[in-house]
DNA sequence: TAAGTTTATAATGTATACTGTTTTGGGCTC
DNA sequence: GAGCCCAAAACAGTATACATTATAAACTTA
């Protein structure tokens, strides 16, 4: 029951903010099961260290919709299917816009990057290595939002992202999906290459749409939550 | 120098949760000055409570992008023309969207709230009193918003807003400006009434586009940050 | 007098202890 | 055996004490 998550230090800047890098980056590969409890004291002792740090991280990435809390630790928001096309919602209106941008900023060594992932995500779908094709999707992901000059903007999408994140290492297990998706990817690929801003953003457009599309199609343990769900509501809050 | 902002304790969840409403509304309300800083303890003494909660709800407003934390107390960020443009440039993404979603779902009470706030704007800027005409505006679009059903869209419209609210409280001060906002005002209203989602999607796309001219236009002061900006640099992170 | 360096201080960061509340599990009763 | 009630545990919330750090002030020196 007890599934001890490890966790090491890394060091850049105070305690919270290593605990919170740390406990993120679990989160955005997939390694914290969708049941498995946080719990502030259990990772202090852990990492040597007191509650408050641990306790502050945790908060925050509450507060960023990675967790929720409840009375007996901290776990993984189960998202409904409103939920999803909430957060669906959100990415389709920024992402395409993003994208633009980043047709006109990215450079040779970013370029270069992405055509990396998506070398990676091609071979990995290949060899139907569902893992390494969702690390190789969010490498891709991470590459070309941080030419986005907007921070505001890419931090706002990386967000959203990740937080049907969970859901998606479902969805990216499909082999029918990770054709569509790595065509997707080579398309944006080729848009960026060719610096054109808008082909950029016709192909993230059509990107999101599938990507939700593939989400609806294979989620039906999630039910719709009409009305007043309890999926993302915090402790004692409206 | 001690410009102590009275606070008082609202009786709703935890003490974090009342502090961080406090504060926040103070912040919303623009009775914060934009060079004061608040302190932990200080706001812990005048509540009669620990540091902990207060120092929680102010680390909170941070993530948030209500307030910066230095070394020596937490204190408005000061935005350069980057960021404004930066924030504007999310909002003529969302909005119009959510405006389209508003003239769907608001009901009677909803649009009577609305035409209440329109008079309200009306009356404050005849009288040239700008800080009613700010309450107004804050009030039109809260009620707004509410009857957004996306509610991680209505959040993310709502936090950006805000940011850009103290810079706003000296643009609503300017006489021809109210005269446009209220224009625009009253042509989303009509939108919200007739329930009709292009007008209100089209109406809000120019309202915003207004918006960010007149700052643009009446913000001189602001330089434009090109580059490695310090406005909105966190502790010591990235 | 101005610039550089040291010291003092004011604030957050961290640790530990205590309190309150909810959930879970066991035992009692019907 | 099933349902209710009570008790104990497990956790977050809060309080207080101590450590650390960056800023500002004071002091020295060219």
Redesign the pocket.
Known sequence: MTETIELKRVGEG???AQVYQQIRLTIQHGELAPGQKL???DIAAQLG?????V??AL?QLVHEGYLV?T????TLPTLTATDVADIFEVRRLLEPRAAAHAARTLDAAGLKTLAAALREAEAAAAAGDADRFFQANSAFRNCWLGAVENERLSQTIARFADHVLVVRLRTLSHQPTQAVVVAGMRAIYEAFVKRDAVAAYDCMTHFIQNAEERFMKLSPPLQHSSGEGESMSR?GKS
């Open positions: 105070n305690l919270r719990v502030d004291v260290i007191s509650r408050m740090p306790r502050d908060m809390g009375t007996r630790g901290f402790r």
